[in-house]
């Protein structure tokens, strides 16, 4: 009997150090995790998607101009690439080439050219399928070109009159523009663009034919500057692919 006594007491002595030990256990848990840093949760971010689009155009300008007069004609080409929704890259290139004929002199000019500069929207979107654009933009514009007067009149009282000519040179320009000018979609992936140029010079070379009459890519030389007109058609080549969401993790 007393065995019997003896083993029940030392269950219930077990029983209840198994129960102080479960629960200093469950305390030393809620402790640290009450000490623990807190950590906020990972939030899943989703890169906006922009479309982007490749522009090819060309001035039809120069074109009319080269249709009603044979003494001054070119190309001009144009490339743009929106980089965010308002912001286009634009690089722009082409050949003139210019004539001057009259009774004291014939003079020509021909050359290459290249403008590099940005252009940006002004004009919000109504819709995604509102494509139109009013846009405000500058240039850089680089010019190689060789010029010449095959004859010329000098005029001599005494001597009389005769014609010289002078040997073709080659010569180069840099200048800036500033410009603006709208894009308007007539029909699907068709623009057709008008825009008004601010030219002024940055440096020119210094040739052996002074003036230089005509720069290619520039216009006609004036020392103060010039505006220029452009008459451009455009069409739109959609870059705009479906991709992936790509999440990015953030703490």
Same mark, same amino acid.
């Given at each position: 009997?007393?065995?019997?006594?003896?083993?029940?007491? %030392? !269950?219930?002595?077990?029983?209840? *150090?198994?129960?102080?030990? +479960?629960?200093?256990?469950?305390?030393?848990?809620?402790?640290?995790? +009450?000490?623990? @840093?807190?950590?906020?949760?990972? !939030? =899943?971010?989703v890169r906006p998607h922009i479309d982007h689009d490749l522009r090819v155009g060309v001035d039809i300008h120069n074109l009319i101009l080269g249709f009603i007069s044979p003494y001054r004609t070119g190309? /001009?080409?144009?490339? &743009?690439?929106? !980089? =965010?929704?308002?912001?286009?890259?634009?690089?722009?290139?082409?050949?003139? %080439?210019?004539?001057?004929?009259?009774?004291?002199?014939?003079?020509?000019?021909?050359?290459?050219?290249?403008?590099?500069?940005? /252009?940006?929207?002004?004009? =919000?979107?109504? *819709?995604?399928?509102?494509?139109?654009?009013?846009?405000? *933009?500058?240039?850089?514009?680089?010019?190689?070109?060789?010029?010449?007067?095959? &004859?010329?009149?000098?005029?001599?009282?005494?001597?009389?009159n005769s014609t010289e000519r002078m040997a073709s040179e080659a010569g180069y320009a840099h200048w800036v523009e500033f410009l603006t000018g709208f894009k308007v979609e007539i029909l699907k992936n068709?623009?057709?663009?008008?825009?008004?140029?601010? =030219?002024?010079?940055?440096?020119?070379?210094?040739?052996?034919?002074?003036? !230089?009459? %005509?720069?290619?890519?520039?216009?006609?030389?004036?020392?103060?500057?010039?505006?220029? %007109?452009?008459?451009?058609?455009?069409?739109?080549? @959609?870059?705009?692919?479906?991709?992936?969401?790509? +999440?990015?993790?953030?703490?």
């Amino acid at each position: 009997m007393k065995r019997l006594i003896y083993y029940c007491f %030392f !269950v219930l002595i077990s029983l209840y *150090g198994l129960g102080t030990s +479960a629960q200093e256990i469950d305390s030393s848990r809620f402790q640290s995790a +009450a000490e623990r @840093p807190f950590l906020p949760k990972k !939030v =899943k971010k989703v890169r906006p998607h922009i479309d982007h689009d490749l522009r090819v155009g060309v001035d039809i300008h120069n074109l009319i101009l080269g249709f009603i007069s044979p003494y001054r004609t070119g190309l /001009d080409l144009s490339l &743009e690439y929106n !980089v =965010k929704p308002d912001i286009s890259i634009v690089l722009e290139g082409g050949y003139n %080439f210019y004539k001057k004929d009259n009774k004291r002199i014939t003079y020509l000019s021909q050359g290459n050219y290249m403008r590099l500069g940005l /252009d940006y929207n002004l004009r =919000k979107s109504s *819709g995604k399928n509102d494509h139109d654009m009013y846009y405000i *933009g500058f240039r850089y514009g680089f010019s190689l070109f060789e010029q010449e007067v095959p &004859e010329y009149l000098l005029l001599n009282g005494y001597w009389g009159n005769s014609t010289e000519r002078m040997a073709s040179e080659a010569g180069y320009a840099h200048w800036v523009e500033f410009l603006t000018g709208f894009k308007v979609e007539i029909l699907k992936n068709w623009f057709l663009g008008m825009g008004i140029r601010f =030219k002024t010079f940055i440096k020119r070379s210094k040739t052996g034919i002074e003036p !230089v009459q %005509f720069v290619p890519g520039y216009a006609r030389n004036y020392n103060s500057g010039v505006m220029d %007109f452009n008459y451009t058609i455009y069409y739109n080549i @959609p870059l705009n692919y479906k991709k992936k969401k790509m +999440a990015v993790y953030e703490r």
